[in-house]
């Protein structure tokens, strides 16, 4: 694909609900990343995959969250009873060394009512 | 504290104005982005730096480590540069970013 792709672009969910947000990165870069972008903020990071292992998942805010790439291509967030403090752009990025650039996906914007 | 400030939050000018956007840091880096974000969220990286200065048009971005300073300048500018202007500490080795909370910038005609 020609760049960093999120789906769904908007969701709209209720507390208590869960969700899943993917990310398709680019094809044969191995460094995926998750970032959350409240309103007002900058992104924060969340989880940072190496191929199909997660490098660092510091960033996850609590356990109702989890990331997995199980080939190391398409990851996938998952939120497990969403709570309104969830609401949130969700953005996934790759790292591209040979242009030493972290390529952005447009974000999910997640709407936890 | 955070680890990436940011200054100023916010910022108007005219077009044709000279703008500059600062950066200080904290934390250890390996290199520092500049990012820019149009309204509706999409993401763009202007540049990467690890030393010294880059220039791409009418933008050229400066580094110095030693003073964990990076700012960001904007010649001539124009509506169109009108969006939040975000930098990002690269951590070593992971290539996560930590990010200061941007500049929101309007340049009006």
């Known amino acids: 694909g020609a760049g960093v792709s999120q789906t769904p672009s908007n969701k709209v969910t209720e507390k208590g609900k869960y969700v899943e947000l993917r990310c398709d990165p680019i094809s044969g870069h191995t460094a995926l990343y998750w970032y959350r972008q409240s309103l007002g903020q900058g992104p924060e990071f969340l989880i940072y995959?190496?191929?199909?292992?997660?490098?660092?998942d510091s960033g996850l805010p609590n356990d109702r969250f989890f990331a997995v790439r199980p080939e190391g291509s398409v990851s996938t967030l998952k939120i497990q009873r969403t709570e309104r403090g969830d609401s949130a752009v969700y953005l996934c990025?790759?790292?591209?060394?040979?242009?030493?650039?972290?390529?952005f996906g447009p974000g999910t914007r997640l709407t936890v009512l | 504290k955070n680890e990436v400030e940011q200054s100023p939050q916010n910022l108007t000018a005219q077009e044709g104005e000279f703008i500059t956007i600062n950066c200080s840091y904290s934390?250890?880096?390996?290199?520092l982005h500049w990012l820019q974000q149009h309204p509706g969220g999409g993401i763009v990286s202007l540049f990467m730096?690890?030393?010294g200065k880059k220039k791409h048009g009418r933008l050229i971005a400066t580094i110095n480590i030693q003073e964990k300073h990076s700012s960001l300048h904007i010649t001539a500018s124009h509506p169109r540069d009108s969006a939040v202007y975000i930098c990002?500490?690269?951590?070593?080795?992971?290539?996560?970013?930590?990010f200061g909370k941007g500049t929101k910038l309007t340049v009006n005609p």
């Open positions: 990025a790759n790292f591209d060394p040979s242009y030493n650039e972290q390529f």
């Open positions: 995959f190496q191929g199909t292992g997660a490098a660092d």
């Open positions: 730096l690890s030393s």
């Open positions: 934390v250890g880096i390996s290199a």
């Open positions: 990002a500490a690269v951590q070593g080795g992971s290539e996560k970013l930590v």
